[in-house]
C-alpha cells in the first residue's frame, strides 16, 4: 500500500505572518479528524528563508517539511546563493523539489542538472521530489511520454532504479500549473501508469511503492477524482496550497484513498 502524499508548494509566497496563519490552519484542519494524518502524508515547501520559522511553527504537528530547490553541488564550496542539501537537512526538511517545471523553464535547468541535484538531495538524506512533465507544445506534438521519459531517464541513469526507493516523482504538465486547467484524471492516469511502467521495467517492487504525484491546478473540487485513479497518490499543490482550508480539503480527499 501507498500512502498519499499531498505536498504544498508555496512557491514564492509568504511572510512570518501569513506563514504563521497558514500553518496553524493546516495544523488545526489536521487535528479536527486524526484520521487525515493518519491516511495521508502531508508536507509543505515554503522559501528557503521561510523554513527555520516553519520549522518551528510546524514541530509539533503531522506537517513535514521540505524545500524547494537545492544544490547540484555537495557542499560546502564556494557557490554563492546556493543552498546545499545538507544545510536543508539540518534544518529539518525531509522533502525538496527537484526539476520544478519553473526552475526548467525560467532558470534553464537541464535534464542533467536535476539529476545531478536528486543525488545531491539523497546524500544528505532528503527525498528528493522529481518534478516532471510535457509543455502544451509537446503535448499537442504527442510527445507527452516522451518528454516524461527522457526527464526520468536522465535520473535512472544517473541514480539507479534502488534510488527511486527513497523518492518522490511528481508529474505536472506545464500546461496545468497555474492555469486553472487541470489535467483530465484519465490524462493523470495515463502518464502516472507510463513513468509507473518505465520504474517496473526495472524494478517491479520499486515501482510498486513509489508514490506518484499530480500536480497542476489540484484544488478542493478536483482532487477527489484526481486520487481515485489507482497510479495517482496524492497531489503537489500550488495555489490552494496558500490557503489552509482548501488544502486540507485536498489532504482528505487523497486520504480517502
Ligand atoms: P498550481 O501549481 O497548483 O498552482 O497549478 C502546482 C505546482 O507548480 O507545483
Request: some cysteine; proline content about 3%.
Amino acid at each position: 500500500m501507498r500512502k498519499p502524499l499531498v505536498a504544498g508548494n508555496w512557491k514564492m509566497h509568504g511572510s512570518h505572518a501569513t506563514n504563521a496563519a497558514l500553518v496553524g490552519g493546516i495544523a488545526t484542519g489536521l487535528a479536527r479528524d486524526a484520521q487525515l494524518a493518519a491516511h495521508c502524508d502531508v508536507a509543505i515547501f515554503p522559501t528557503f528563508v521561510h523554513l527555520e520559522s516553519v520549522a518551528a511553527l510546524a514541530a509539533a504537528t503531522p506537517i513535514a517539511l521540505g524545500a524547494q530547490d537545492c544544490c547540484a553541488e555537495h557542499g560546502p564550496g564556494a557557490y554563492t546563493g546556493e543552498v546545499a542539501a545538507s544545510s536543508l537537512q539540518e534544518l529539518g526538511c525531509r522533502y525538496v523539489l527537484v526539476g520544478h517545471s519553473e526552475r526548467r523553464a525560467l532558470y534553464g535547468e537541464s535534464d542533467e542538472l536535476v539529476a545531478r541535484k536528486f543525488l545531491a538531495a539523497q546524500a544528505a538524506g532528503l527525498v528528493p521530489v522529481l518534478c516532471v512533465g510535457e509543455t502544451l507544445a509537446e503535448r499537442d506534438r504527442d510527445e507527452t511520454h516522451a518528454v516524461v521519459a527522457r526527464q526520468l531517464g536522465a535520473v535512472l541513469e544517473r541514480a539507479g532504479v534502488a534510488a527511486l526507493a527513497r523518492a518522490v516523482v511528481a508529474y505536472e504538465p506545464v500546461w496545468a500549473i497555474g492555469t486553472g486547467r487541470t489535467a483530465t484524471p484519465e490524462q493523470a492516469q495515463d502518464v502516472h501508469a507510463f513513468v509507473r511502467g518505465r520504474i517496473a521495467a526495472l524494478d517491479g517492487n520499486i515501482a510498486g511503492s513509489v508514490r506518484l504525484l499530480y500536480g497542476g491546478s489540484v484544488k478542493a473540487s478536483n482532487a477527489l477524482e484526481l486520487c481515485s485513479m489507482p497510479d495517482v497518490d496524492g497531489g503537489l499543490v500550488g495555489g490552494a496550497s496558500l490557503n489552509a482550508e482548501e488544502f486540507v480539503a485536498i489532504v482528505a480527499a487523497a486520504a480517502r484513498k
